[in-house]
């Protein structure tokens, strides 16, 4: 008997739409998930000749639980794509969105216009931020802030006389985005395949060891090397913390050679290790920190780069050094707006610790569950409110779709509704979620992995 048969919990009735959710559906009848067999949305980093036809769609979300078009309920364990740190379906910041678009939709920042709810939070990001006097520079999403950063290190070391500084160092399993220059410094090989030549001038070191960092800038001489890229905790990567003392290390080399140190805080920030921009926990004061996903939770596309002064002052307080970069929506009015609200929300239910104070119940409760499981190589957390369950490398070998596998039943058996990596599953509630339903979370993950062990096992 299966452990999903133990879990009653999991399975409640659905209960009657929260206050401001209309209760009908918003698809039309012909398009309901009984009748569709083909679809034309095509799912980013997705096998669509797998998934037409065959989403699984979600049609509403309240707290930590999501409904299926069929009103199933089901716990969100990855917090979406690792943003939804408030959890769903939060009325205060749709109505400031409303209130924001009745006024004002939006309005292009370029040249010297600008929109009050951008100009507002800009300032709020740069008086948490530990950088110094932090400029906000803001884009759509992660990948968004990652390729802004990286042209503006390149034109800062050419305001500087120094145009041979344009090797930028990231690490192996790094993840930064699926933009041009994101694409070509992240770290997972399967990510870089298929596009032909990438954007040039960048390497990946050795995910947790400051020495290969070291040796990579002797090896391409520091006065060539422009910047270094550190996810604190990676993420898409494989949820791997960083070692102890690791990020003050990189950031002590960055320093010592003149090499612009930049904190990939687009998961991690907002709470997800327990700080505002991730970097305060490792205490270092970055030159500049990547944003995006828990600044709104989700609920609307924005994210950014906070550049520190040493990196904006060429662009600040000089004439002739116009950075000829940005998108059509930065600092998009009503997701501004949604970012301000989202952050109201932070402070006044004290959320943003939450990540660093549930970080060993999550873990203890997957140890709990998953660490004695036949399928089961490795369990990582303990540094935020994420982590990873890997198969054993044996069963991958042996089953390459197992993960795959468990992807679908842990959400078909246990109602958990995981992140696939490319070796295990990844979770990251949102971050208000209960030490209760943490262990419903690792319950539900145990009932989906006993249920592709069975089938193995058959």
């Not at 795959?404 to 599953?425: F, S």
Request: aromatic residues 8%; negative net charge.
């Amino acid at each position: 008997m299966l452990r999903a048969l133990l879990i009653p919990s999991l399975r409640p009735a659905r209960p009657p739409a929260p206050a401001g959710f209309a209760p009908a559906s918003l698809l039309s009848d012909t398009l309901r998930m009984s009748d569709r067999t083909d679809t034309k949305l095509w799912h980013p980093f997705s096998d669509m000749s797998a998934i037409r036809g065959n989403e699984f769609v979600v049609e509403r979300g309240d707290g930590i639980w999501l409904y299926d078009e069929a009103g199933d309920r089901y716990m969100d364990g990855s917090g979406a794509l690792w943003y939804a740190n408030i959890g769903h379906g939060r009325r205060e910041i749709a109505d400031a969105v409303h209130a924001q678009l009745c006024k004002l939709e939006s309005y292009s920042i370029f040249g010297d216009c600008a929109v009050p709810p951008a100009l507002e939070l800009a300032e709020r990001l740069s008086a948490l931020a530990p950088v110094d006097n932090g400029r906000v520079f803001f884009g759509m999403g992660g990948g968004d802030g990652t390729e802004a950063a990286t042209k503006i290190i390149r034109h800062f070391w050419t305001t500087q006389g120094q145009p041979e500084r344009r090797h930028i160092i990231s690490r192996t399993n790094a993840y930064h985005g699926s933009h041009a220059f994101a694409t070509s410094i992240g770290g997972i090989p399967a990510n870089r395949t298929n596009f032909g030549p990438l954007v040039e001038g960048n390497s990946n070191v050795m995910w947790n060891s400051a020495q290969a960092l070291r040796d990579e800038i002797a090896r391409l001489g520091a006065d060539n090397v422009a910047a270094f890229f550190c996810e604190p905790v990676m993420g898409a990567g494989g949820v791997w913390p960083a070692p102890e003392g690791y990020v003050k290390e990189v950031a002590a080399i960055c320093a010592q050679h003149g090499i612009i140190f930049v904190i990939d805080a687009v998961i991690c920030g907002f709470g997800r290790v327990g700080t505002w921009l991730a970097a305060e926990r490792y205490g270092v004061r970055p030159d500049m920190i990547l944003f995006a996903k828990g600044i709104t939770s989700g609920y609307m596309p924005l994210g950014g780069v906070i550049v520190g002064e040493r990196v904006a002052d060429p662009f600040w307080n000089k004439s002739g050094n116009m950075l000829r970069h940005g998108q059509t929506f930065a600092g998009h009015a009503a997701c501004c707006a949604a970012g301000l609200a989202n952050m109201d929300i932070m402070e006044r239910e004290n959320i943003i610790p939450r990540g660093r104070d549930l970080e060993g119940v999550l873990l203890q409760a997957l140890i709990s569950e998953l660490g004695d499981h036949p399928l089961v190589g490795d369990i990582r957390g303990g540094h935020g409110l994420l982590a990873a369950v890997e198969v054993k490398q044996s069963v991958l070998d042996a089953s390459p779709a197992t993960v795959g596998q468990l992807y679908k039943a842990c959400r078909e058996q246990g109602r958990i509704v995981t992140r696939p990596l490319l070796k295990g599953i990844a979770v990251s509630p949102p971050l208000t979620i209960t030490e209760a339903e943490i262990k419903e979370l690792a319950a539900g993950l145990r009932a989906g992995y006993d249920a592709v062990w069975e089938k193995l096992e058959a």
